[in-house]
């Protein structure tokens, strides 16, 4: 009895929800940074006080925020303040600036909205908070305060390809079939949260990366489920991968089922609400499950309408259809799970075109206009297949 419970149990329960989806996803911190004060100096000498210190992040490969927080759990930065101008030394000495590692990927953003600047590679260096001034004959004498104020850290992946779909089109599935297994976790805030980063590897040892960023759901805008959080990270790829599976999308009993184009709009609805700029990004559309029953049928069906979607979108009501409408610049029916040869193809369409944008971005041509992408779709069937 207790086994045949089991063996049921086992059926029913199809997965486990990914941990990061379970646990809260954090992968922002705000700190409060204050530059130095400047010394004070000394009017009867003319002696100049010492300048304060600034406060600067400097940025570190596989540091997430959660190591930055337990560094310094007061999360307060404060500078050193410059010497006060003496007898002896009448030039007071100045603050030593004051170095806050942060991961790459950065950005840093202060409460009132104002971009400081992002951090993108290694040791990269932006002054967060200014030191105040020694106290001069201008000043009075008197040292000025330091800049201060909090500051948000935000971290963005940066990956090369961003991929999306709504739950258990198989993302995860595709991406540690093209990953070879090698899937990395991202070094990522609050270890409870982990996009996952598989690396693509080439015989040329070209290396190219692609994110998994799960959590995008029907109504992700109205901020169901987790919202727009992971979307973020897809504005830093280069391009997108959206996969669907042939068979559509049901969130819950509660929630209509959407047949596979539906998905598709779905999709580009929830990309767009969050940033119509994302539905400019060069996208390729991989249609999943083609081993499942009827979906060669399905595929039929649904084929042509792939393309021209801005004709097969028209008739539906405004709230569910996205006012931009996205081109692919391929369409490639999958099997993840059970075919390696359509996995190796989409490997092959990812790398080359990659190769197209980063020679149409040599030659400064990467601008949105309608006929990029005809020729992004001709450059890109030109091109060798690549041995993976
Ligand atoms: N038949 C079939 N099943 C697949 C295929 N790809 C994925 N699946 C199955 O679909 C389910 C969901 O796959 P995942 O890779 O976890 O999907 P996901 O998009 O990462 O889902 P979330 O983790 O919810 O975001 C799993 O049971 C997979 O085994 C496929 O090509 N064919």
Redesign the pocket.
């Known amino acids: 009895m207790v086994k045949l419970s089991t063996v049921i149990l086992s059926e029913i329960k199809?997965?486990t929800?990914?941990r990061y989806?379970r646990e809260g996803f954090k992968d922002t911190l705000r700190i409060f940074v204050q530059g130095g004060a400047g010394g004070n100096g000394l009017p009867k000498f003319g002696g100049v006080g010492g300048k304060g210190a600034n406060v600067v992040a400097v940025a570190k490969e596989n540091l997430t925020l959660e190591q930055v927080y337990k560094a310094n759990r007061s999360k307060r930065y404060i500078a050193a303040s410059g010497r006060h101008s003496t007898h002896n030394f009448i030039l007071g000495t100045p603050g030593e600036d004051l170095k806050v590692e942060v991961p790459v990927g950065v950005t840093l953003v202060t409460d009132f909205g104002k971009k400081l600047g992002e951090l993108n590679e290694e040791n990269e260096e932006l002054v967060l908070a200014k030191g105040g001034p020694g106290g001069h004959p201008k000043n009075g004498f008197l040292g000025v305060k330091g800049e201060a104020y909090p500051v948000k850290l935000d971290l963005k992946l940066i990956a090369d390809i961003g991929l999306v779909?709504?739950?258990?089109?198989?993302?995860?599935?595709?991406?540690?079939a093209i990953s070879h297994a090698k899937p990395r976790i991202a070094a990522y805030p609050f270890t409870t949260v982990r996009p996952n980063i598989g690396i693509l590897s080439y015989k040329d040892l070209r290396q190219i990366s692609m994110a998994?960023l799960?959590?995008l759901i029907e109504g992700a805008h109205k901020n169901k489920g987790m919202g727009h959080q992971f979307l973020k990270h897809v504005e830093r790829t280069k391009l997108l991968l959206m996969?669907v599976?042939i068979n559509g999308f049901q969130l819950s009993p509660q929630y209509p089922h959407r047949s596979c184009l539906e998905t598709i709009m779905l999709l580009i609805k929830e990309l767009e609400m969050y940033n119509a700029e994302l539905v400019k990004k060069p996208s390729i559309l991989v249609i999943?499950?083609?081993?499942?029953e009827g979906s060669i049928q399905r595929f039929e069906e649904v084929k042509d309408k792939l393309k021209n979607l801005k004709e097969s979108f028209k008739d539906y009501p405004s709230e569910i259809r996205p006012e931009n409408i996205l081109k692919f610049c391929d369409i490639i029916p999958?099997?993840?799970?059970?075919?390696p040869a359509d996995v190796e193809y989409v490997k092959n369409r990812l790398r080359n075109l990659l190769d197209v944008l980063a020679e149409l971005e040599q030659q400064e041509q990467l601008k949105a206009n309608s006929g990029l992408y005809q020729e992004i779709r001709q450059k890109i069937s030109e091109k060798q297949p690549i041995r993976v």
């Not at 779909?165 to 540690?176: C, E």
């Not at 999958?334 to 075919?339: P, Q, T």
């Open positions: 199809q997965k929800t990914r989806l779909g709504f739950p258990n089109a198989g993302k995860s599935t595709l991406l540690k998994d799960p959590g996969i599976d999943n499950k083609m081993d499942t999958v099997s993840a799970k059970e075919r």
